[in-house]
Protein backbone atom coordinates (compact mmCIF):
# COMPACT_ATOMS: atom_id res chain seq x y z
CA UNK A 1 0.00 0.00 0.00
CA UNK A 2 1.31 2.90 -1.10
CA UNK A 3 1.59 5.99 1.61
CA UNK A 4 -0.34 8.52 -0.96
CA UNK A 5 0.19 9.84 -4.20
CA UNK A 6 2.42 12.58 -5.89
CA UNK A 7 4.34 12.61 -9.60
CA UNK A 8 6.41 10.59 -11.85
CA UNK A 9 5.71 7.13 -10.79
CA UNK A 10 5.65 6.41 -14.55
CA UNK A 11 9.73 6.94 -14.41
CA UNK A 12 10.07 3.72 -12.08
CA UNK A 13 8.13 1.33 -15.36
CA UNK A 14 10.95 0.06 -17.52
CA UNK A 15 12.48 -0.58 -14.27
CA UNK A 16 10.42 -3.18 -12.84
CA UNK A 17 10.86 -6.77 -13.22
CA UNK A 18 6.97 -8.14 -13.95
CA UNK A 19 7.69 -11.74 -14.60
CA UNK A 20 9.42 -11.86 -10.70
CA UNK A 21 5.89 -9.85 -9.73
CA UNK A 22 3.89 -12.51 -11.31
CA UNK A 23 5.89 -15.12 -10.11
CA UNK A 24 5.08 -13.66 -6.02
CA UNK A 25 1.75 -12.16 -6.26
CA UNK A 26 0.71 -9.79 -3.77
CA UNK A 27 -2.18 -7.24 -2.98
CA UNK A 28 -0.94 -3.70 -4.80
CA UNK A 29 -2.73 -0.62 -3.79
CA UNK A 30 -2.68 3.01 -4.13
CA UNK A 31 -4.63 6.54 -6.06
CA UNK A 32 -3.51 9.41 -7.76
CA UNK A 33 -0.25 8.52 -9.05
CA UNK A 34 0.11 5.43 -8.00
CA UNK A 35 -2.25 4.54 -11.05
CA UNK A 36 1.07 4.38 -13.45
CA UNK A 37 2.11 0.93 -10.96
CA UNK A 38 -1.20 -0.62 -10.85
CA UNK A 39 -2.29 -0.03 -14.53
CA UNK A 40 1.31 -1.38 -15.58
CA UNK A 41 1.37 -4.05 -13.20
CA UNK A 42 -2.23 -5.51 -14.87
CA UNK A 43 -1.19 -5.02 -18.05
CA UNK A 44 2.10 -6.57 -18.11
CA UNK A 45 1.05 -9.54 -15.42
CA UNK A 46 -2.91 -9.85 -15.99
CA UNK A 47 -2.87 -9.55 -12.00
CA UNK A 48 -5.61 -7.72 -10.10
CA UNK A 49 -4.27 -4.72 -8.74
CA UNK A 50 -6.44 -2.10 -6.70
CA UNK A 51 -7.37 1.85 -6.86
CA UNK A 52 -8.02 2.44 -3.63
CA UNK A 53 -6.59 4.46 -0.35
CA UNK A 54 -3.58 4.93 0.54
CA UNK A 55 -2.16 4.96 3.98
CA UNK A 56 -2.57 8.55 4.37
CA UNK A 57 -6.66 7.53 3.87
CA UNK A 58 -6.14 5.89 7.15
CA UNK A 59 -4.06 8.57 9.34
CA UNK A 60 -5.83 11.37 8.62
CA UNK A 61 -8.25 12.91 11.51
CA UNK A 62 -11.64 10.85 12.18
CA UNK A 63 -10.64 8.38 9.44
CA UNK A 64 -14.13 7.05 7.75
CA UNK A 65 -14.96 3.09 8.83
CA UNK A 66 -17.10 3.35 5.14
CA UNK A 67 -12.75 3.43 3.71
CA UNK A 68 -12.24 0.76 5.85
CA UNK A 69 -15.23 -1.35 4.91
CA UNK A 70 -14.71 -1.90 1.22
CA UNK A 71 -10.57 -2.26 1.26
CA UNK A 72 -11.59 -4.74 3.79
CA UNK A 73 -13.82 -6.63 1.57
CA UNK A 74 -12.13 -6.07 -1.27
CA UNK A 75 -8.78 -7.42 0.13
CA UNK A 76 -8.77 -8.45 3.34
CA UNK A 77 -12.13 -11.33 3.28
CA UNK A 78 -12.37 -10.97 -0.29
CA UNK A 79 -16.00 -11.81 -1.61
CA UNK A 80 -17.18 -12.86 -4.51
CA UNK A 81 -19.80 -9.94 -5.46
CA UNK A 82 -18.86 -6.33 -3.83
CA UNK A 83 -21.83 -4.09 -4.13
CA UNK A 84 -21.14 -0.57 -3.69
CA UNK A 85 -23.65 1.90 -1.85
CA UNK A 86 -22.70 5.46 -1.61
CA UNK A 87 -21.21 6.93 1.82
CA UNK A 88 -24.02 9.25 3.72
CA UNK A 89 -21.27 12.40 4.36
CA UNK A 90 -17.90 12.81 2.77
CA UNK A 91 -15.19 15.53 3.35
CA UNK A 92 -12.97 17.50 1.21
CA UNK A 93 -11.55 19.85 3.49
CA UNK A 94 -7.74 21.12 3.12
CA UNK A 95 -7.79 20.00 7.31
CA UNK A 96 -3.92 20.31 7.32
CA UNK A 97 -4.02 24.20 6.52
CA UNK A 98 -6.25 24.73 9.54
CA UNK A 99 -5.29 25.40 12.79
CA UNK A 100 -7.80 23.20 14.63
CA UNK A 101 -6.49 20.40 12.21
CA UNK A 102 -7.65 17.65 14.38
CA UNK A 103 -11.15 17.26 12.74
CA UNK A 104 -12.71 17.19 9.18
CA UNK A 105 -15.47 19.04 7.75
CA UNK A 106 -18.36 17.26 7.01
CA UNK A 107 -20.95 17.13 3.64
CA UNK A 108 -23.75 15.57 3.03
CA UNK A 109 -23.05 13.22 -0.18
CA UNK A 110 -25.63 13.13 -3.01
CA UNK A 111 -24.80 9.78 -3.92
CA UNK A 112 -24.25 8.19 -7.10
CA UNK A 113 -25.61 10.70 -10.06
CA UNK A 114 -26.73 9.63 -13.47
CA UNK A 115 -25.33 11.24 -16.66
CA UNK A 116 -26.28 8.65 -19.17
CA UNK A 117 -28.41 5.53 -18.51
CA UNK A 118 -27.71 1.91 -19.01
CA UNK A 119 -26.36 -1.27 -18.16
CA UNK A 120 -22.66 -2.44 -18.86
CA UNK A 121 -20.76 -5.35 -17.74
CA UNK A 122 -16.81 -5.61 -18.41
CA UNK A 123 -13.20 -5.26 -16.94
CA UNK A 124 -12.33 -2.51 -15.05
CA UNK A 125 -9.41 -0.14 -15.87
CA UNK A 126 -9.44 2.27 -12.12
CA UNK A 127 -7.38 4.99 -11.93
CA UNK A 128 -6.05 9.06 -12.02
CA UNK A 129 -6.80 10.10 -15.35
CA UNK A 130 -4.12 12.19 -16.51
CA UNK A 131 -1.88 10.06 -15.22
CA UNK A 132 -3.66 7.13 -17.37
CA UNK A 133 -3.03 9.12 -20.13
CA UNK A 134 0.75 9.66 -19.52
CA UNK A 135 0.47 5.94 -20.76
CA UNK A 136 -1.01 6.31 -23.77
CA UNK A 137 0.96 4.39 -26.83
CA UNK A 138 2.82 2.42 -24.16
CA UNK A 139 2.91 -1.22 -23.39
CA UNK A 140 2.45 -0.22 -19.98
CA UNK A 141 -1.45 0.66 -20.66
CA UNK A 142 -4.51 -2.33 -21.46
CA UNK A 143 -6.91 -1.95 -24.45
CA UNK A 144 -9.84 0.27 -23.56
CA UNK A 145 -11.66 -2.26 -25.79
CA UNK A 146 -14.65 -2.98 -23.55
CA UNK A 147 -13.43 -2.09 -20.74
CA UNK A 148 -15.29 -0.17 -17.94
CA UNK A 149 -13.53 3.14 -17.16
CA UNK A 150 -13.14 4.45 -13.81
CA UNK A 151 -11.41 7.76 -13.22
CA UNK A 152 -10.57 10.64 -10.73
CA UNK A 153 -8.81 13.57 -10.86
CA UNK A 154 -6.94 15.82 -8.04
CA UNK A 155 -7.95 18.89 -6.24
CA UNK A 156 -5.72 20.82 -8.49
CA UNK A 157 -7.61 20.03 -11.53
CA UNK A 158 -10.03 22.90 -12.47
CA UNK A 159 -12.75 22.23 -15.25
CA UNK A 160 -10.33 23.75 -17.56
CA UNK A 161 -7.65 21.04 -17.21
CA UNK A 162 -10.46 17.91 -17.51
CA UNK A 163 -11.88 19.21 -20.07
CA UNK A 164 -8.61 18.72 -21.99
CA UNK A 165 -8.10 15.16 -20.59
CA UNK A 166 -11.36 14.16 -22.04
CA UNK A 167 -11.16 15.63 -25.30
CA UNK A 168 -7.79 13.51 -25.14
CA UNK A 169 -9.57 10.50 -24.34
CA UNK A 170 -12.03 11.48 -27.44
CA UNK A 171 -9.55 11.96 -29.70
CA UNK A 172 -7.69 8.53 -28.93
CA UNK A 173 -10.59 6.96 -29.18
CA UNK A 174 -11.29 5.73 -25.57
CA UNK A 175 -14.88 6.74 -25.87
CA UNK A 176 -15.46 4.29 -28.86
CA UNK A 177 -14.42 0.98 -27.13
CA UNK A 178 -15.23 1.73 -23.68
CA UNK A 179 -18.30 0.16 -22.52
CA UNK A 180 -19.28 1.99 -19.53
CA UNK A 181 -17.72 5.27 -17.35
CA UNK A 182 -17.63 6.00 -13.87
CA UNK A 183 -16.18 9.19 -12.49
CA UNK A 184 -15.58 9.91 -9.25
CA UNK A 185 -16.29 12.83 -7.16
CA UNK A 186 -14.36 15.86 -7.41
CA UNK A 187 -13.73 18.51 -4.55
CA UNK A 188 -14.49 22.15 -3.95
CA UNK A 189 -10.77 23.09 -5.00
CA UNK A 190 -11.42 21.79 -8.49
CA UNK A 191 -13.74 24.60 -8.90
CA UNK A 192 -16.71 23.28 -10.49
CA UNK A 193 -19.73 24.99 -9.12
CA UNK A 194 -23.21 26.09 -10.56
CA UNK A 195 -21.98 28.79 -13.19
CA UNK A 196 -19.28 25.78 -14.24
CA UNK A 197 -21.11 22.59 -13.56
CA UNK A 198 -19.40 19.34 -13.93
CA UNK A 199 -22.62 18.46 -16.27
CA UNK A 200 -22.20 21.21 -18.76
CA UNK A 201 -18.82 19.31 -19.52
CA UNK A 202 -20.06 15.65 -19.54
CA UNK A 203 -22.47 16.95 -21.91
CA UNK A 204 -19.89 18.09 -24.37
CA UNK A 205 -18.78 14.54 -24.41
CA UNK A 206 -21.00 11.99 -23.66
CA UNK A 207 -24.50 13.36 -24.80
CA UNK A 208 -26.39 10.43 -26.66
CA UNK A 209 -22.96 7.80 -26.38
CA UNK A 210 -24.39 4.50 -26.22
CA UNK A 211 -22.73 3.49 -23.06
CA UNK A 212 -23.94 4.01 -19.12
CA UNK A 213 -22.13 6.88 -17.23
CA UNK A 214 -22.34 7.24 -13.69
CA UNK A 215 -20.60 10.36 -11.22
CA UNK A 216 -20.62 11.29 -8.03
CA UNK A 217 -18.97 8.18 -6.97
CA UNK A 218 -17.03 7.40 -3.62
CA UNK A 219 -13.33 7.34 -5.06
CA UNK A 220 -10.54 9.70 -5.91
CA UNK A 221 -9.46 13.19 -3.55
CA UNK A 222 -11.56 13.08 -1.17
CA UNK A 223 -12.94 10.95 1.67
CA UNK A 224 -13.95 8.25 2.08
CA UNK A 225 -12.91 6.16 -1.18
CA UNK A 226 -14.30 2.55 -2.11
CA UNK A 227 -11.28 -0.35 -3.10
CA UNK A 228 -11.55 -0.74 -7.30
CA UNK A 229 -10.01 -3.91 -8.80
CA UNK A 230 -8.20 -3.26 -11.68
CA UNK A 231 -8.52 -5.54 -13.89
CA UNK A 232 -11.36 -7.17 -12.21
CA UNK A 233 -15.15 -6.96 -13.51
CA UNK A 234 -17.62 -4.20 -13.06
CA UNK A 235 -21.48 -4.71 -13.78
CA UNK A 236 -22.99 -1.03 -13.43
CA UNK A 237 -26.85 -0.52 -13.71
CA UNK A 238 -27.78 3.13 -13.52
CA UNK A 239 -31.56 2.55 -12.99
CA UNK A 240 -30.39 1.23 -9.46
CA UNK A 241 -27.63 3.46 -9.15
CA UNK A 242 -26.11 0.49 -8.78
CA UNK A 243 -22.36 -0.62 -9.26
CA UNK A 244 -20.91 -4.32 -8.48
CA UNK A 245 -17.31 -5.90 -8.61
CA UNK A 246 -16.50 -9.10 -8.91
CA UNK A 247 -12.81 -11.02 -8.82
CA UNK A 248 -10.99 -9.58 -6.07
CA UNK A 249 -7.87 -10.56 -4.80
CA UNK A 250 -7.90 -14.35 -4.79
Request: aromatic share 12%.
Amino acid sequence: MAFWGGFNSNQLLDKLNYNLIKENPKIFIGYSDVTALTTAITAKTGMVTFSGPGVISFAKPEPFEYTWRYFEKMCIKPQKRVTIKPSINYADDLFFLREDSDHRIMKKNEGIKVFNPGKAAGRVVAGNLQTLLLLNNTEYLLDMTGKILFIEEDETSTPAHVDRFMCQCKQLGWFEKITGLVIGRFTEQSSFSPEDPLEDLLRDYFLGVKFPVLYNVDFGHSDPLITIPNGGIAMIDTAKKQINFEQAVL
